[in-house]
């Protein structure tokens, strides 16, 4: 059973910047592609970025291409998001994602097999 676990959410102002961590306790990790995921309230969930296993492939959302930056360590078993230039319209529970399907990665939710918690991210204007 792969659990993953996502750390970094918080307050901070627009402008402000957070980096969020997911940690997976899958000895296969690195086979994994691996997604962001946000869900604000009222709203569906939505693809924000992913990234292939070996981190030599990623795809963002329009919405926060140029700001966020996804990015993994296989050694440490941990993907991260990188989150500049926050704005208000961020603010959302996020969710980090893994499928080991072989597929490079997808922005479909439905085809990932593991999920975190989430971890909130709160941007005040």
């Known amino acids: 059973q792969v659990q993953l676990i996502e750390s970094g959410g918080g307050l901070v102002q627009a402008g402000g910047s957070l980096r969020l961590s997911c940690v997976s306790s899958?000895?296969?990790?690195?086979?994994?592609?691996m997604g962001w995921f946000r869900q604000a309230p009222g709203k569906e969930r939505e693809f924000v970025a992913a990234?292939?296993?070996?981190?030599?492939?990623?795809n963002y959302a329009n919405s926060v291409k140029g700001r966020f930056t996804v990015s993994r360590d296989n050694d440490r078993n941990t993907m991260y998001l990188q989150m500049n230039s926050l704005e208000p319209e961020d603010t959302a529970v996020y969710y980090c994602?893994?499928?080991?399907?072989?597929?490079?990665?997808?922005?479909?939710?439905?085809?990932?097999?593991?999920w975190g918690q989430g971890t909130q991210v709160t941007v005040s204007s």
């Open positions: 899958g000895r296969t990790f690195s086979k994994y592609a």
């Open positions: 994602a893994g499928l080991n399907t072989g597929v490079v990665w997808t922005i479909t939710a439905a085809e990932y097999n593991y």
């Open positions: 990234i292939s296993w070996g981190g030599t492939s990623t």
